[in-house]
């Protein structure tokens, strides 16, 4: 049986999840946010042991945070950009509390700086018109959720529309609805496909 995932560390544990179980399937990956069904249910979550269950929902807790253990940031941003065995070396590390390889360790900082670059630069000017749209087309998918978070330090409380660049999987242009005082989009819309 083959697996609908999303590519981003929800899909990555949820793989993780399947894999315990001693079950090897085929994993079809889709874009992240692109659809509503949830890869991750809390009866699933509860099955697995305690200290690996709170290891784990920090984990997804932190994926795009601009802060807290460099290890569990850098696992969803390998996951969101699509570097597969990156972001599972890295998972499992963190959910072992084990260190990672010297190559994955470096190309994982790698990674965080381009990511922590990328927001800081892109948030220095104002790219709010008309009021309440944000406009970050020239951001792919895979930065949006640590710029919704940057947006959030910034001092944005209330719920946002932002429009981005679209996904590996998924090009185009992408609307974002993030409720007040939300890290994360309820809805994600695909505005225009990608030209070919």
């Given at each position: 049986?083959?697996?609908?995932?999303?590519?981003?560390?929800?899909?990555?544990?949820?793989?993780?999840?399947?894999?315990?179980?001693g079950k090897r399937r085929i994993v079809s990956?889709?874009?992240?946010?692109?659809?509503?069904?949830?890869?991750?249910?809390?009866?699933?979550?509860?099955?697995?042991?305690?200290?690996?269950?709170?290891?784990?929902?920090?984990?997804?807790?932190?994926?795009?945070?601009?802060?807290?253990?460099?290890?569990?940031?850098?696992?969803?941003?390998?996951?969101?950009?699509?570097?597969?065995?990156?972001?599972?070396?890295?998972?499992?590390?963190?959910?072992?509390?084990?260190?990672?390889?010297?190559?994955?360790?470096?190309?994982?900082?790698?990674?965080?700086?381009?990511?922590?670059?990328?927001?800081?630069?892109?948030?220095?000017?104002?790219?709010?018109?008309?009021?309440?749209?944000?406009?970050?087309?020239?951001?792919?998918?895979?930065?949006?959720?640590?710029?919704?978070?940057?947006?959030?330090?910034?001092?944005?409380?209330?719920?946002?529309?932002?429009?981005?660049?679209?996904?590996?999987?998924?090009?185009?242009?992408?609307?974002?609805?993030?409720?007040?005082?939300?890290?994360?989009?309820?809805?994600?819309?695909?505005?225009?496909?990608?030209?070919?």
């Open positions: 049986m083959e697996l609908e995932l999303p590519l981003d560390i929800r899909g990555m544990a949820a793989l993780w999840l399947t894999r315990r179980k990956w889709h874009a992240p946010w692109s659809r509503d069904t949830d890869p991750l249910p809390p009866s699933v979550l509860n099955r697995i042991p305690a200290i690996k269950r709170m290891r784990l929902l920090r984990l997804l807790g932190l994926d795009g945070a601009g802060h807290g253990p460099w290890l569990a940031q850098a696992t969803g941003t390998a996951a969101r950009l699509g570097r597969h065995r990156l972001a599972w070396n890295l998972m499992h590390s963190w959910l072992d509390g084990e260190s990672p390889s010297p190559e994955d360790a470096t190309a994982a900082r790698q990674l965080l700086d381009v990511e922590r670059n990328r927001v800081k630069r892109v948030m220095q000017w104002n790219r709010e018109w008309p009021s309440g749209i944000i406009h970050l087309e020239d951001m792919p998918a895979w930065l949006i959720p640590p710029a919704i978070r940057q947006l959030r330090r910034l001092g944005r409380k209330g719920s946002m529309h932002l429009i981005s660049g679209g996904h590996l999987l998924e090009p185009g242009s992408w609307r974002w609805y993030v409720p007040a005082g939300c890290n994360l989009p309820s809805k994600v819309q695909i505005l225009s496909p990608a030209l070919s």
